[in-house]
Structure formats: structure tokens, C-alpha cells
């Protein structure tokens, strides 16, 4: 794959910088080998679910996510922000918002971590908006210039912008050292690492140079790092360069953040509507998607606050969802597969899938299946996927889609539902 470093320190500082270079270093989870299971701890409608109370939400729910197994939880972007949702940021250093105060924040985040589960903090650092106006950012204070010259504000001093636009908010200029490189290091080492944070989820990754990424990643120093690379379009007769494009983001970082499979997230919607679970098979007989690539870098999920729907079928963003009935069949595929799976926070207690998700899950660790587990494909047809997935104790066999499949003799079946089944041996 190719390669690129890290752009350390740019022109167009506002002042002298402390955001020095850094050896780039892939986070411990994506180095291979990884046990993790990520809860994804809101969804769009946590803001105003109990408002502003999410929190303590969660911190009720801290003993029994836990007991299930999750490794680390993905908090929602947790400064002050234009929208209740957080993803317009507006003063960084106020960790009140609408999920909830900054100490029922630190306090939810300590319970998780007394349990053995650690936190991921959403990092929203594409752009920005103004307190009052457009452009009058406070706390930290920083100037037109750190807005990018193309900004549809017209008022951005700043160099271009590195990525593509996003008219919600004011493009930050990344090239910027003083103010924007430094302030946002500073956020991330000093107001967010103190509250107990050791990942990064970043968001809107197209919007601004993955180099970028790699450089605040590096001096954050993740457990943990993952990008939203969501694909400009999605073509499924052209995969490839769908995998192309992550993988390119990917090594943009300088290896030093992972992202989403946004691959097999496209082909799991299309085979769990229409059927077609050989897309899920690629011509190397590999899994297609990302984590038949790279899986160590690999994040799958099956829907998330974007793509699907909140607390029940149709709410939230709902922008681009698997089949409402076949959630579990997508789940049975992510978490007995490679790569790192998410699991999304209302399908567990809204829609009631808790005891299903949690014997997928104890399958998973059972086998000791990990982010670089062997696939064995099985078959890969219309109406039927199935693979032998190898773990570091046992073998999995799993089979999704409504016709029949079984492993054969010396199997033990671990658990079931609609057009899904999965094995131990």
C-alpha cells in the first residue's frame, strides 16, 4: 500500500508552534489482533431523549454493557454546539452540552473505565460556528484566519480548504499552526484527555487532509482511532474503489487511524434487501469490504446515528439503513467476522435485540475471534452467505440469508434467529 507521512507543521501560523512533529504510531487496537467491541453510546436522538440527561443514561446502563462484553463505548461530540446533536462545535473548551454537564460527562466515563471499558471521544474539527455570528469563535478565542479563503462565509482569511466543503459551519483552515493545529491539540490533550477519553472517533474526514488526522492522532496518542470516511458515492459493481479510497485515507494518516468499513456496510444493505450475499465474497476469495483488505483497520458496523434509525424503525437520521427486519442478520455477519465491529446503543434497549446481540457477541469472545481472524468462505449466493471464521481458541461457522446451510457434524450451535445461525467448534 502506499505510504504517505505526516505533514508536521505548515505555513500561516498565527503564532510560534507547539504542535511539533510527531513518529507516527498505530493505535494498539489497530495494530493487529484486536479483542475490541466497540458500543456506539447515542444515537440522533440522544440530545433531546431525556434532555439533557444522557449521561446519566448511560451511567444507569455502565454494569450491564459491561457484563456484555464491550471493550470501549463511543461517546457523542461532547462540546457546546450550534445543535443539539453536537456536530456544529461552537465553544470547544465546554464540555456542557446537550447529553449532559461536564461532570456527569467525567463521572460516566470514570464508571465505564472502573469497569474496564474505555471511552472514544467524537472529534467534530472539520469546521465550527461562531457564538453570536458566523465567525466569532470563543473559547478558545481564534480569528478569521482560521477560516478557510473559500468558505461560503466570505470572511475566512485562511489558506484553501484541504478537503470539500461543508456549508453547516466555517471550514477551518488546517494549515493554520497557531490557532487551529495547536488549538486543537491543545482541546485534545487538555480538555478532552482529562476527562478520560484514550480514543478518537473522527468526523467528516473528507472535509480536510487526512495528514492532518495523523498529526492529531499522534499527539493524542489513541488506544483507539477511527475516521468517517463516508464514500462520495457508492457503486456496486465497482467495490474496489470504494475499498481504494479508505485504504488511500487510511495510509493519508500515515497509518495512525483506522475508519469505517463504509464497504461492507453498502453490501450488507444490499444483500439483506435484496438477497444478494454473494457480493459479500470477492473474486480473491476474500470478504469484501474493507476487512478484505485490511481488517486490522477495519471498523465495521451495521447501522450508526447517520445511516439508520434511532429508536425504532424510520426515526433519526435514517439516511441509509439496512432492511429494519434483518439488523440481526447484519450483526451475525460483523461480530463473528474480522475487522473491529460496532454495536449500535438502540438496538440494544430500544429495539429490544439485547439478548441476541449478547450471544453473538459471547460467541465472538468464546472463539477468541479478533480483528485479523481467518475467513473461510463457504458459499456466497443468492439467498445465502456462510463462513468458517478461525479464532485463537475455536472456529466459528456462521450462515446468514434464508436458505439453508449447516457446518455438518462436531458443531455446536452458539445461537439463531430469522436467517441467521452461528457455530462453534
Request: aromatic share 12%.
Amino acid at each position: 500500500m502506499k505510504k504517505s507521512t505526516i505533514v508536521a507543521l505548515l505555513a500561516a501560523g498565527m503564532m510560534t508552534s507547539i504542535a511539533a512533529a510527531t513518529q507516527a504510531a498505530t493505535p494498539t487496537q489497530q495494530a493487529g489482533g484486536s479483542t475490541a467491541i466497540v458500543l456506539q453510546g447515542f444515537h440522533w436522538n440522544s440530545a433531546s431523549y431525556s434532555g439533557p440527561d444522557w449521561y446519566n443514561t448511560l451511567l444507569n446502563n455502565v454494569g450491564d454493557l459491561s457484563n456484555m462484553g464491550f471493550t470501549h463505548v463511543w461517546f457523542p461530540p461532547p462540546s457546546d454546539s450550534g445543535a443539539k446533536e453536537g456536530y456544529l462545535p461552537r465553544q470547544l473548551n465546554k464540555l456542557d452540552s446537550s447529553y449532559g454537564s461536564s461532570a456527569e460527562l467525567t463521572n460516566v466515563v470514570s464508571a465505564f473505565k472502573n469497569r474496564g471499558v474505555k471511552s472514544i471521544v467524537d472529534v467534530v474539527v472539520n469546521h465550527r460556528v461562531g457564538t453570536t455570528g458566523w465567525s466569532d469563535f470563543t473559547n478558545p478565542n481564534w480569528t478569521t484566519y482560521s477560516i478557510v479563503s473559500n468558505d461560503e462565509c466570505n470572511c475566512g482569511l485562511g489558506a484553501a480548504d484541504t478537503g470539500q466543503g461543508f456549508s453547516g459551519g466555517r471550514d477551518l483552515a488546517h494549515t493554520n499552526v497557531g490557532e487551529v493545529q495547536n488549538g486543537i491539540i491543545n482541546w485534545l490533550n487538555y480538555t478532552l484527555k482529562p476527562v478520560g477519553f484514550s480514543g478518537l472517533r473522527f468526523d467528516y474526514v473528507k472535509g480536510f487532509s487526512a495528514s492532518y488526522v495523523g498529526q492529531y492522532a499522534n499527539a493524542f496518542a489513541p488506544d483507539f482511532c477511527v475516521g468517517e470516511m463516508w464514500p462520495d458515492s457508492f457503486d456496486l459493481n465497482n467495490l474496489d474503489a470504494n475499498r481504494q479510497a479508505i485504504m488511500n485515507w487510511i495510509n493519508g494518516t500515515s497509518n495512525s487511524c483506522g475508519a469505517f468499513d463504509f464497504t461492507t456496510k453498502g453490501i450488507l444493505n444490499d444483500a439483506l434487501a435484496n438477497g444478494n450475499y454473494w457480493r459479500l465474497k470477492a473474486t480473491d476469495g476474500n470478504p469484501q469490504g474493507a476487512i478484505g483488505w485490511w481488517p486490522a483497520m477495519s471498523v465495521t458496523f451495521v447501522d450508526n446515528h447517520d445511516t439508520g434509525p434511532a429508536e425504532s424503525c424510520g426515526t433519526g437520521q435514517n439516511l441509509w439503513p439496512v432492511p429494519c427486519g434483518s439488523v440481526m442478520e447484519g450483526y451475525a455477519y460483523i461480530l463473528s467476522h474480522p475487522g473491529i465491529p460496532t454495536v449500535f446503543y438502540p438496538h440494544i434497549y430500544n429495539w429490544n435485540l439485547k439478548t441476541q446481540i449478547a450471544a453473538l457477541m459471547a460467541a465472538r469472545r468464546n472463539a477468541g475471534v479478533t480483528s485479523t481472524s481467518a475467513v473461510a468462505i463457504q458459499q456466497a449466493t443468492q439467498g445465502l452467505y456462510a463462513a468458517i471464521i478461525t479464532g485463537n481458541t475455536h472456529q466459528l461457522a456462521m450462515k446468514i440469508g434464508p436458505n439453508s446451510w449447516s457446518p455438518g457434524a462436531g458443531w455446536t450451535l452458539q445461537t439463531s434467529g430469522n436467517n441467521y445461525a452461528v457455530w462453534m467448534k
